[in-house]
């Protein structure tokens, strides 16, 4: 990963356009490809950003007059970043190795072992097939069966949000293709779903299903007790 601390415009050109004015900012270069601008601000997201595919080249030669470099990202669509460096106070770069990957937090985990357990709360006629699905593109945390023997894919998260829909929906799509499981419906299960993430769950056909964490543990819940 490249870091560079640079005062530097941006200029996103393609099917939309956006202009960030010459400030100091973060830039990221990943090792996918991906560059992204960041502020001392806003959280975790990027001011703008180039997904991958795309590729960055150095055009020093074309940065107009008082600027030190400009950096032309292009994407396989054409659009282009273009970031005009004015001056440049850091350039690292570090080699972080190959990422573990996300691990499940206690609570997620045992959701998904305690839900395995009493798949029944997915309704009536459910059966287990397995926990952790492996697939191409990662485990699918429950692979069941419905009343009727069709094939099930369940998504487990603490807190429902949009990227465990997009997830579940990868997963959907390679699981249909293998003739032995497809067709394959989804439910996507978590303790809080977002408003956001239910409403394009159920645009995809994907049923959403909150867990009651107390209740699958069999205990009664706390949340109204002083002590």
């Known amino acids: 990963m490249r870091l560079v601390i640079a005062r530097c415009q ?3 050109v393609g099917r939309l356009t956006a202009h960030l004015p010459m400030a100091k900012r973060l830039l990221m270069i990943k090792s996918d490809g ?5 502020s ?8 703008n950003w180039m997904s991958p595919p795309c590729w960055l080249e150095e055009r020093d030669g074309d940065a107009p007059e008082g600027a030190k470099a400009l950096w032309v990202v292009t994407n396989k669509a054409g659009e282009e970043l273009r970031i005009t460096l004015e001056e440049i106070e850091h350039d690292a770069t570090h080699d972080l190795g190959i990422d573990p990957g996300l691990v499940k937090d ?3 985990a045992h959701l998904q072992e305690l839900l395995a ?3 029944e709360t997915l309704g ?9 699905y492996m697939t191409a593109i990662g485990p699918v945390d429950i692979l069941c069966r419905n009343a009727d023997g069709a094939t099930v894919a369940v998504e487990i998260k603490r807190r429902g949000e949009i990227d465990g829909v997009e997830q579940l929906t990868r997963y959907l799509e390679l699981l249909n293709r293998d003739p032995l499981l497809a067709p394959v419906a989804g439910v996507f299960a978590a303790q809080q779903i977002k408003p956001q ?13 909150t867990l009651d964490y107390d209740a699958l543990r069999g205990t009664e819940s706390s949340e109204f007790r002083l002590f």
């Open 197 to 209: 993430a239910k409403t394009l769950a159920e645009d995809r056909g994907i049923r959403c299903l």
């Open 117 to 119: 357990e009493h798949i």
């Open 106 to 108: 206690g609570v997620e």
């Open 40 to 47: 001392d601000g806003g959280s975790y997201k990027p001011l």
């Open 34 to 38: 991906s560059v992204l601008v960041h």
């Open 10 to 12: 941006v200029d996103y």
């Open 124 to 132: 009536p006629g459910f059966t287990l097939i397995r926990r952790e």
